[in-house]
């Protein structure tokens, strides 16, 4: 029996027709501050941003950057590393609240062979877990199953975030 997996919101990514954004994903306009929906961006102040993983592994997959462009930890300063770890723990509280979470993964993955997608801007990976979201469809079928349109995980989100 053939099973279907029902993903509409993939067709804007097939047909191209998601957001384009010139150069780095984690820069935004200089004087920009606080959320920007077509980016995904959730908060934004001077230190840092925190913005959803277009390509999550989980539902509420965030990532936390600093706002300076720098490629790896030793690049930060100590404020910088001090706000991405405050925006870290802010935005697990807020999960633990919204997505109500078993677990979380924290991770940088800092160059290509780390696995790093963007090697170019340090970025913080905010993973909710939960139990059973191993299962056969990504051990077996080498598929996803993310069960909230990332658009609506923005809008229960963005206002925590105010």
């Given at each position: 029996m053939v099973e279907t997996l029902w993903a509409p919101w993939?067709?804007?990514?097939?047909?191209?027709?998601?957001?384009?954004?010139?150069?780095?994903?984690?820069?935004?306009?200089?004087?920009?501050?606080?959320?920007?929906?077509?980016?995904?961006?959730?908060?934004?102040?001077?230190?840092v941003l925190l913005i959803m993983n277009r390509f999550p592994y989980n539902n509420a997959h965030l990532m936390v950057a600093p706002r300076r462009h720098v490629a790896t930890l030793s690049e930060t300063g100590p404020g910088e590393r001090l706000a991405m770890m405050n925006m870290a723990t802010r935005a697990m509280a807020i999960l633990d609240k919204t997505q109500k979470p078993d677990g979380y993964n924290l991770g940088i993955n800092q160059g290509q062979v780390a696995g790093a997608g963007i090697t170019d801007h340090l970025h913080l990976h905010v993973t909710p877990r939960y139990l059973g979201d191993t299962n056969y469809m990504t051990v077996i079928g080498e598929t996803r199953v993310i069960p909230e349109h990332i658009l609506a995980t923005y809008e229960k989100l963005v206002g925590f975030f105010s």
């Open positions: 993939r067709m804007d990514y097939i047909l191209g027709k998601g957001p384009k954004v010139d150069g780095c994903v984690f820069c935004l306009p200089k004087d920009h501050l606080g959320p920007l929906p077509e980016r995904l961006v959730l908060f934004s102040d001077r230190e």
